[in-house]
């Protein structure tokens, strides 16, 4: 769905969810300004028990001139508006959003979905605020937020998304990043907004949260049920959780009108806790971040279908439990794969991307890859290159391997996802903030046929510290490979399933 499609009613109101967070008001607020540059009349409005109250979000109204209004709902008659409502950061219909009653309904949200009836939908799990969507939404339409300063409209943007992912340690997606580096903002202002966001009844709230802990020694685990709080104040708790010299990893949850909200951390290599929060919600919500910092939301109405009889607390135990049970760990540096269980393949002669990166920039630049799967930091040295996989993954290869494995052509290559997120590889350069289009620069190449992998199907998970990578694993999941080239039984790694299948062939004898 485009904004463009909406543009064809009049009125258009706006409705966040009941007790609107910053990211619902600056989602709100940026349709509010698309629609009423384009001449519509239009109002943005919230409703529930509860006027807001918070003294960032009052702050955040006043200052950047929020024209949010908040309806009550009438005792005998219930709210009915004329043209079409667009409900954003939340589905119509669902409990975390009153009722108001309209001829025409669309909906723009980021959590699972829960609503599967409203044909004018726009909801994308993956990302983790709604204002991430908006924004792409207005760059899509060339709506030129830079232009709006004077409204305020690239500030509450970036607040919603910092507010959302817990001051950014739950930044996972790269569209997120992309808003957090490319959005102008008052950074005064948005200050401001951080340190008018605890109450001392939060502090409280987080001190009686910690003395109601459990622990799990065996796993170095802790898990906590906070009372009702504002999400910032559970990363407070599970950062200093992790403080603790027996705590590697934690979890810190609290239960909100419609589900229940978690934040992650992580001190080992071995748990990356944007992996973790998306094990935790798997199914029944959303979840992601960084490697040591993540969250996510779980979704009252899936997790009751799901878990009917099991608390939440025990659900949490449990399930952390049941993620370090279900996996292995492979050392590359130290490991030598037995291949007498393994079958020997050669890759499919299709066409992939690289890049000879030390021909883009100049050798010692630190950069960032960025791709759907993550950020990945390397420096730009001479003869290193930069594969680009189907699905758009990035990998470094040396030249010498690279001659060895692949021909080369003397074509561009045309990059063509196909994931649902259609994200394209980007190369930001860390000391100046410069982005530049990875695929822009990629030629052709394609298997030489000359060197051949070993590769077995995983019956249980494996992570694996690859021999270019001891810091950070490749997580495989049952069905994926476990591979290991022919020339080198020390470097092993994953290949995704629905990829092996597709690049890979059983070689012949």
């Known amino acids: 769905m485009k904004l463009r499609e909406l543009e064809q009613y009049n009125p258009i109101t706006i409705q966040c969810h009941d007790n609107p967070d910053a990211d619902a008001l600056a989602s709100g607020y940026g349709l509010y300004c698309y629609f009423r540059d384009k001449g519509r009349q239009v109002r943005l409005v919230y409703s529930g028990r509860n006027e807001i109250s918070k003294s960032n979000l009052k702050l955040m109204v006043e200052e950047l001139n929020i024209p949010v209004e908040y309806l009550k709902a009438g005792e005998s008659q ?51 605020s709604c204002s991430t969507l908006i924004w792409k939404m207005l760059l899509e339409e060339g709506y030129d937020i830079g232009e709006k300063e004077e409204d305020g409209l690239g500030t509450a943007l970036y607040y919603g998304l910092y507010t959302d992912t817990n001051q950014f340690a739950e930044l996972n997606n790269p569209l ?18 951080r340190n008018s966001n605890l109450t001392l009844k939060e502090l409280e709230v987080a001190g009686v949260a910690m003395l109601r802990y459990s622990f799990n020694d065996e796993y170095g685990f802790a898990v906590i ?27 810190v949850y609290n239960e909100i009108g ?23 919600t798997e199914q029944i919500g959303s979840g992601g971040g960084h490697y040591e910092k993540a969250g996510g939301f779980i979704s009252k109405k899936l997790y009751i279908e799901k878990y009917k009889t099991l608390h939440a607390e025990g659900y949490f135990n449990n399930r952390m439990a049941e993620y370090f049970d279900s996996f292995d760990l ?85 990059y063509e996802s196909d994931t649902d997120m259609k994200y394209v590889p980007t190369v930001k350069v860390r000391s100046t903030g410069e982005a530049l289009v990875l ?43 476990l591979a290991v080239r022919s020339d080198d039984l020390h470097d092993v790694y994953v290949v995704e399933q629905k990829i092996f299948g597709r690049t890979y062939k059983e070689a012949s004898e």
């Open 176 to 193: 997120d990043k992309d808003l957090r580096e490319s959005v102008e903002f008052d950074g005064t202002l948005i200050n401001r907004l």
């Open 225 to 251: 049920k906070s009372q009702p709080c504002d999400p910032n104040i559970l990363g407070l708790i599970s950062d200093f959780l992790l403080q603790v010299d027996c705590i590697n990893t934690c979890v």
């Open 439 to 481: 695929t822009d620069y990629a030629r052709t190449c394609t298997p030489s046929g000359t060197v051949y992998i070993y590769a077995k199907p995983l019956s249980r998970g494996v992570k694996v510290f690859t021999a270019w990578d001891k810091e950070k694993y490749m997580l495989g999941r049952p069905g994926d490979y």
């Open 78 to 128: 219930e709210l009915h508006v004329d043209g079409l409502l667009i409900t954003v950061d939340c589905q119509y219909g669902a409990g975390n959003v009153s009722h108001i009653g309209a001829d025409n309904v669309a909906v723009i949200d980021h959590h699972q979905i829960e609503i599967d009836n409203i044909p004018m939908s726009h909801i994308i799990p993956g990302v983790g």
């Open 258 to 280: 419609d589900g229940y909200k978690l934040s992650v951390r992580s001190c080992v290599r071995e748990v990356n806790a944007s992996e973790l929060a998306a094990f935790l």
């Open 330 to 414: 492979i050392y590359a540096k130290n490991y030598t794969a037995n291949i007498e269980d393994m079958k020997r393949y050669e890759k499919k002669k299709l066409p992939i991307g690289y890049v000879n990166i030390w021909e883009v920039l100049p050798i010692g630049t630190p950069i960032t890859v960025r791709t759907l799967e993550g950020d990945v930091d390397m420096v730009v040295e001479q003869d290193v290159i930069v594969m680009i996989g189907i699905r758009g993954e990035v990998y470094p290869m040396h030249m010498e391997k690279f001659k060895r494995s692949y021909n080369a052509e003397d074509r561009d290559y045309v």
